[in-house]
């Protein structure tokens, strides 16, 4: 089956640049997802990908896809300590109507 | 636009008691709707997902069961509870038909405590 993977944690400083890396296995996805869990919450959608990309860029955030070596990534910039926070990725088979979800990576923000 | 809404916000149920959470979706009509579990604020489990009216597909072999008995409402249940259960329930609705991106929309989730 499908497999994603992420680190789980990661600490930067207060307007650093964050890079929260993804790998997954599938090469048939079609969308890849970032989302953003604040405790207690559920989760937020903060951008998404399509496979034909290789880069989407959107206000602090940026995503890039390597595909040949199914390899995604999420950069913040100027991080601050409202993106504390547990970042997600997914990913899209483009044959169901189901997405996996990495097992999260928890960012922490020290001022 | 679109808003999704789950109820009760937080649980607090006996072992062997039944279980009944609900998940209902405004302002979009067909869309495939998901249940999640959550263990230790990690990894989401998918349970269930339906792509339209009474049609479930079960992820998972477990105590609990999934219904849709309307387009836009989802109920997770269960005859019987068990410790193994608790857990946070994440309910989420994606768009369909062409030009989507097929992204998920979350609703704010159910913590359930089984003692």
């Known amino acids: 089956g499908e497999d994603v993977e992420q680190s789980l944690f990661l600490s930067v400083r207060e307007g650093d640049s964050s890079v929260i890396n993804c790998t997954y296995t599938?090469?048939?996805?079609?969308?890849l997802y970032w989302y953003k869990q604040e405790p207690g919450a559920g989760l937020q959608l903060l951008t998404y990908i399509f496979s034909n990309m290789d880069m989407k860029q959107d206000q602090r955030l940026t995503v890039l896809l390597n595909k040949k070596d199914k390899h995604l990534s999420l950069r913040i910039a100027d991080t601050q300590t409202g993106d504390s926070a547990i970042y997600f990725c997914a990913e899209r088979d483009g044959g169901y109507q189901k997405v996996t979800f990495g097992t999260g990576t928890k960012l922490q923000v020290i001022p | 636009s679109q808003t999704i809404h789950q109820w009760p916000a937080t649980l607090v149920q006996p072992v062997g008691s039944p279980l009944s959470l609900e998940c209902t979706v405004e302002g979009t009509s067909n869309p495939n709707l998901y249940w999640y579990r959550q263990a230790a604020g990690r990894g989401l489990q998918l349970l269930f997902y339906?792509?339209?009216?009474?049609?479930i597909s079960s992820e998972v072999p477990q105590n609990l069961s999934a219904s849709r008995p309307q387009d836009r409402q989802f109920i997770l249940s269960s005859k019987k509870l068990l410790l193994s259960d608790s857990g946070f329930y994440l309910c989420a609705w994606s768009p369909t038909g062409t030009g989507y991106s097929y992204e998920q929309y979350f609703g704010p989730g159910t913590r359930l405590t089984v003692t």
């Open positions: 339906s792509v339209g009216i009474g049609q």
């Open positions: 599938d090469s048939s996805s079609t969308y």
